[in-house]
């Protein structure tokens, strides 16, 4: 069985990605979806705390009580990601450049949802429990990452949002508390489906 990897980015590894990352990791285990989470940042001083807002948010949100240090994005993190989640549009952009077949498996965080979600709706998850014309595959990796590609596939047949910067999630770094909570709502929001769909995927919800 293969290993399923998530990695969520931001800008400096200490509100919103490890929050994601914790969130995510706190959603797969109630689940029981097999997978693993990281985060990094693309502009991250090494080895800092979350913002206390931020871990407020984490436990808040159901997550369990965790040291996080941030750390740097670079290219082998994303090549050994079979997923990518993302705060922005820009940031995207930087795991794209730093290395290109990222496209296929890159999304921000909020597109992902808004596109599992529809998904859901269209009641065709189920199918990714079946592989081959036989029975369900064993290989939940496997199984993860076909759910991925066909996320990736309905990318461009998405309607177009009222605005563009829907799919960007708040940055709350340096901002006031409630700046922080709109964040983390999005965030919680967006978790919430994405691991919806990944467990749909899997036959597990």
Same mark, same amino acid.
Do not use: W
């Given at each position: 069985? @293969? ?10 590894? #200490?509100?919103?990605? /490890? +929050?994601?990352?914790?969130? +995510? ?5 109630e689940l029981a979806v097999p997978a693993t989470v990281c985060s990094a940042g693309t502009r991250a001083l090494a080895a800092q705390p979350m913002t206390p807002q931020a871990a407020a948010l984490s436990l808040r ?16 993190? #994303? ?6 989640? @993302? ?12 290395? /290109? ?14 596109? =599992? ?5 269209? @009641?065709?998850? #189920? ?6 014309? %036989?029975? /369900? ?7 993860? &990452? =076909? ?21 960007? #999630?708040?940055? /709350?770094?340096? &901002? @006031? ?18 691991? &919806? %769909? ?5 036959? &597990?919800?």
């Amino acid at each position: 069985m @293969t290993k399923f990897t998530v990695l969520v980015v931001c800008t400096g590894n #200490i509100c919103r990605s /490890p +929050l994601a990352e914790q969130l +995510l990791r706190a959603r797969f285990a109630e689940l029981a979806v097999p997978a693993t989470v990281c985060s990094a940042g693309t502009r991250a001083l090494a080895a800092q705390p979350m913002t206390p807002q931020a871990a407020a948010l984490s436990l808040r949100y159901g997550a369990a009580e965790e040291v996080h240090t941030s750390q740097q994005l670079t290219e082998p993190l #994303i090549a050994e990601a079979d997923l990518v989640l @993302t705060a922005s549009r820009e940031h995207r952009a930087e795991v794209v450049s730093l290395h /290109p077949r990222a496209a296929r498996y890159t999304f921000t965080l909020a597109q992902f949802a808004r596109l =599992a979600e529809s998904h859901l709706e269209e @009641t065709v998850l #189920i199918e990714h429990a079946v592989r081959g014309g %036989g029975g /369900p595959s064993d290989d939940s990796g496997e199984t993860l &990452r =076909a759910y991925v590609a066909d996320i990736a596939a309905i990318r461009g047949f998405a309607p177009p949002l009222a605005h563009s910067d829907d799919d960007d #999630i708040v940055d /709350p770094y340096r &901002r @006031t508390q409630d700046i922080y909570d709109l964040s983390g709502q999005a965030v919680d929001k967006a978790v919430t489906v994405v691991c &919806r %769909g990944l467990a749909t995927a899997l036959g &597990r919800s």
